[in-house]
């Protein structure tokens, strides 16, 4: 089967050229497992600092050897539990880029993709949801007459944020996206009531003009300066969940932190979020959020391509910030 | 009346040779409100800050006029409010360095010292002791099986924190003070586990041996590296109450901020606290606080100096950090 492993160890945000497709052999059927063919393979960022190492402790992938991380979404064609028949359609949390993945029938969620492309289960309706669903419903407990911001809006996790903090009654919701084109598909297709454009001069004091005092609920992908941001927007008591940090996964020298005076001065409540904690809830996050994606309440643009050869180039797009909406290879 | 004042206007740490004593005019007692012969006065370390403009934009007090800021108990001499009587014992918030305030009714809070030295009006039973009941369980909601940590432990605010939390059935309440001496007062008379000393080589490490990843619960008064310390010690899900940093009021650099990836690695809630926004909930934390206080569950050391002269020195020493202590003057 074709595979897409690291060239080589890399120490710097990953580029195209560190990749590089190869065949491997194609694996068994588990015991108790079952083998996926993978249709669609998700590329996220907290991928970029796990390939040097640097994501909550665990080892690079080895180069030339080793499955890149990835989640996937692909078809049952062997199956060797009582869970799964072949044909089941699946989410495999450890899909890797290749064409077969191999797992526990655990690692294969059954899903429903009738009447949706089954690439939402990549975005909306997988981990990115469930990101924006932990942080919204179960941290920042969104509502009625909540006003909120996210960073990264134009990504599946900013733009879930916002859409279910819309579909839970918050008053007004607001992004920060890097570019017009970005911003556009936030304001429009999203449906948020404005996004801000960080690459555009003056836009901070644009954003303080329309929610100076007023935020109540941000949500961060970016990094400690967006944050900082962010907080000195919000009203007394706003609540801030700490998800992402893309801009700084790759910086060389360690950033500045959060101004402790000001978390006190706001009497601000910020939520550090691992989604991993919540993979537990995932029957209540499909609950809520399924019937919005198939009602056209939460939709999400894809930055995808065809071919698992393509893979290396959405990836380097997507460390440069340079896609519009979800990264995702279809095979 | 005398009085103590600043000699000119400020912008440093204040030291005694800031304050002079003065002869002021003893004020009249104000429509409705009532004149206090105060008996003691509280130091506290905002009051620093507020001196030099500092403390939540409040302008400082005008050199050779205006009182210092500062809580006080005392009792009504005059009164022209059907709320107070002449002989009621009385909390002042707004009772400045000087021997009478003459204050609105409502800034008169009628205590009952039955049984109980005054001052404690100005330590556990008073702002410090609110200050510390909200952090624990207003906003950590501290409990069963936590353990907890806060700094400036011998202090009044720190000294309440770890024994409101052992009151509320928190399993382990260790302390951060600087010295052996307030070390000692934390562990014997606080009944803390520990007290850590942090002018004492390798502290650190002692106090991780002890207590990494084990924390549930932190209260911060001293400074973000401090916050770091503790967050580094945390277990999943902890919580911190941020509460003050007195040792970064007199800072001349911006201090480095907290560490955001710590905050979601942690998985860590952070709460900023301002105890003004508690005041509303007196009655509950005197309903809470006062039987320890009279049963003798809650113990706090005084630094104690009698005469107004004397307010500039015990000041200087708060500043210092020398207090072993609620800082206060009495009358």
């Known amino acids: 089967m ?9 120490d710097h945000k990953p580029r195209a050229a560190d990749f590089e497709l190869i065949e491997a052999e194609r694996p068994d059927c588990p015991d108790s497992g079952v083998l996926v063919k993978l249709s669609h393979i998700s590329m996220d960022p907290y991928v970029g600092s796990r390939l040097r190492g640097r994501h909550m402790g665990e080892a690079p992938p080895q180069a030339g050897v080793e499955a890149i991380p990835g989640h996937g979404v692909g078809e049952v064609v062997e199956s060797r539990s009582e869970t799964h028949a ?55 407990g969104v509502g009625e007459g909540d006003m909120v911001l996210v960073d990264a809006a134009a990504g599946a996790v ?30 429009r297709s999203y449906g948020f009531d404005a996004c801000f454009d960080y690459k555009a001069e003056g836009w901070a004091d644009q954003l303080a003009a329309r929610v100076a005092g007023r935020l109540s609920v941000h949500f961060e992908n970016v990094s400690t300066d967006m944050l900082t941001l962010a907080l000195s927007n919000f009203k007394p ?3 801030a969940v700490l998800c992402g940090l893309a801009a700084q996964y790759h910086a060389d020298a360690p950033p500045a932190g959060i101004p402790t005076g000001l978390i006190i001065g706001k009497r601000a409540k910020l939520h550090g979020l691992v989604v991993y904690d919540f993979y537990d809830r995932w029957d209540r996050f499909m609950d809520e959020v399924a019937p919005l994606v198939r ?15 393509a893979a290396p180039a959405v990836f380097e797009r997507l460390m440069d910030g340079a896609n519009v909406g979800k990264a995702l290879v279809a095979l």
């Open 2 to 10: 074709k595979q897409v492993v690291l060239r080589h160890a890399i």
């Open 86 to 140: 072949v044909g089941d359609v699946a989410y495999v949390m450890e899909a890797g880029w290749r064409e077969f993945a191999a797992v526990p029938a655990d690692g294969a969620r059954k899903i429903d993709p009738e009447g949706l492309d089954r690439s939402v289960f990549l975005s909306s309706l997988g981990m990115p949801g469930l990101t924006a669903w932990a942080g919204m419903t179960q941290l920042a």
């Open 158 to 187: 900013g733009g879930c944020v916002g859409q279910i903090a819309r579909a839970r009654g918050a008053a007004e919701v607001y992004g920060i996206a890097g570019g017009a084109e970005k911003c556009a598909l936030v304001e």
């Open 237 to 239: 008591y706003g609540r």
């Open 295 to 309: 009602s056209g309440a939460l939709t999400i643009a894809e930055d995808r391509a065809e071919g698992l050869e």
